[in-house]
């Protein structure tokens, strides 16, 4: 009974905190923003700071409230890459749920299966504007179209580009950092009338968000992290396939 009661309750947080991502972030993903060299960081490089490569047509930048956005728009994501995440929930410093995903996209396509703090296994695959949602050993498939969002709540993962819409007044902190052994653009946003504070690591040679962690009334409820990046894809695999063996790339 106790094992059920704190799964119920690591559901009811996950699904809290998503709500928060998207009422927080789920702003006007397009707003114009002018096109910048990526940033080349060097050993020379104070923190905070990157220097473009003048040969490549680079553009001398210090990241700063100011100025990160314009950063992150230059990064691009691998189009084709393999990834595990990890998402975890926590209550007064104590971990109550956590979901491990592993992910494949190509072409546009991504693959989720993510195993839920039940065991349950969820399969998850976006493509073309279309979601299709299923659970690992049954047939039944949910079919419906895709939000702008949906790959990346499949994962868990909050989405980093909609802080680019962002007004700059709430972005406390910005800079470069390494993070698990990658050079990384840095983001800290602070939304005051939810009371989040939310905080974004983003490689700079993958254009992926590679960690994020949600701080609410000084305590973390939400840390993100991501492993074990292999791009391009290789080989065979039915990371496309539905479970009667179809594939809707075909």
Known sequence: ?????????????????????????????????????????????SPGQATGDPAAGGI????TPQTVQLAISSLSRYESYSRSVSATYLEDGAVVGSIAAQVWEEDGWVRTDA???SGLVECSLVGEGQLWLWYDGQDQVYQAPAGDHSADLAQRLPTYEDVLALDPAGITQAGYVERDGQACIYVEFEHEQLGYLYRYWISV????????????????????????????LSGTGDWFVLPDGTSPRD
């Open 205 to 232: 040679n993958s254009g992926l968000l590679i960690a994020a962690q949600t701080e609410a009334e000084g305590q973390v409820v939400y840390e993100m992290s991501s492993h074990q990046v292999t791009s391009p």
């Open 1 to 45: 009974m106790e094992d059920r009661k704190r799964t119920i309750l690591a559901v009811l947080i996950a699904c809290v905190v998503l709500v928060a991502v998207l009422y927080s972030f789920g702003l006007n993903l397009f707003i114009q923003t002018p096109e910048l060299e990526a940033p080349v960081l060097n050993a020379s490089s």
């Open 115 to 117: 195993t839920l703090p």
């Open 60 to 63: 001398p930048v210090e990241i």
